[in-house]
């Protein structure tokens, strides 16, 4: 007896590869959301290691704010002032190692921080030091070889004291500074005055266990982008030689606030509070609060609390005191 063989009639295989491409459809969907949320994770990821390295470097700068080589609360004396005029990233006396600048804050290498936002402005003697042996007015002998380049300002200190100035040169173990360049004064003397006047002080010695060591002077701010100006980023002005060099450390930073804990009152306070009641030497830690822009969070639902970061970092130079005393 024959089998009459019979297939799928057109009908039914029209309607099986409909449902087919249905959901092979649906498949290739889910796999390009998928592919598209991983990317976006990917880059949200790399966005916040990036966040986490620049406030990791922030905060060390922070950490450092007002170290001046030797003692948590030396007088500090300063003898740049170019053609008359102490620069801006100069200014210790302005913050005793650090200031920060209610917004809109001033400009900072000729580039403007956003209209809203805040500014901070550090200090601090940094990097390898020398001992000095000797000092006669006019030359340093230190230990060993100058851990500071011609041109580029250092600080000399013992425990009573610190002066600031520009390296004229420096050849080997010796270290001379004259009254050029951004040095407005011969000497490294100590003025009490109320106004500062070059060549009026007188030259001072140093104690055993004096230190040398290089001037930092670091400015944290939110401004435009170099890449894309409708992006704002968060920028870091470091000291190079005797200029300050702007930096952009991370794109698409909206906003940046700080508020500063006061050592004696034990209360925060703004920018703006410090600076009219004079008291940037008595400031024992920064809370810093950083935005991110969501321009840079590729179309994600990101909360409030992966977009805004806070951090608060102590002092460690004034931690036990009530801060350093400022000459000129």
Known sequence: MKIKQQGFSLVELMIAMVLGLLVLGGVIGVFIANQATSRANMALSELQNTAR?????MSQDIRNAGFSGCNNSPQVANIIALDGVRPAWADWSNGSGISGMAAPAPAING????????????????????????????????????????????????????SIFQVSTAAGNTVTHNGTGLNADVNLGFVFEDEWAPN?????????????????????????S?????????????????????????????????AFLNGVTQNFETAAEVT??????????VNVTVQLDDAVMRGLAVPNNVKNISFLVSLRNRLGGNGAQVIF
């Open 276 to 285: 009219a009641n004079g008291n940037w030497g008595r400031i024992i830690a």
């Open 53 to 57: 390295l620049s406030f990791q470097l």
């Open 226 to 258: 170099r890449d894309d100006s409708s992006v704002y980023s968060l920028y870091r002005a470091s000291l190079i030689g005797d200029t300050q060099v702007n930096e952009e450390v991370l794109f698409g930073v909206d906003d940046m606030q700080m």
């Open 200 to 224: 009026t002080a007188a030259p001072r010695g140093f104690t055993n266990n004096a230190m040398f060591m290089r001037f930092e002077s670091i400015a944290w701010f939110v401004a435009p």
């Open 111 to 162: 580039l403007a921080p956003k209209n809203d936002t805040q500014a901070l402005r550090i200090m601090f003697a940094a990097g390898n030091s020398n001992s000095i042996s000797n000092y006669d007015g006019s030359t340093f002998t230190l230990n060993a070889d100058s851990v500071v380049d011609p041109g580029e300002v250092a600080i000399a200190c013992d425990e009573n004291a610190a």
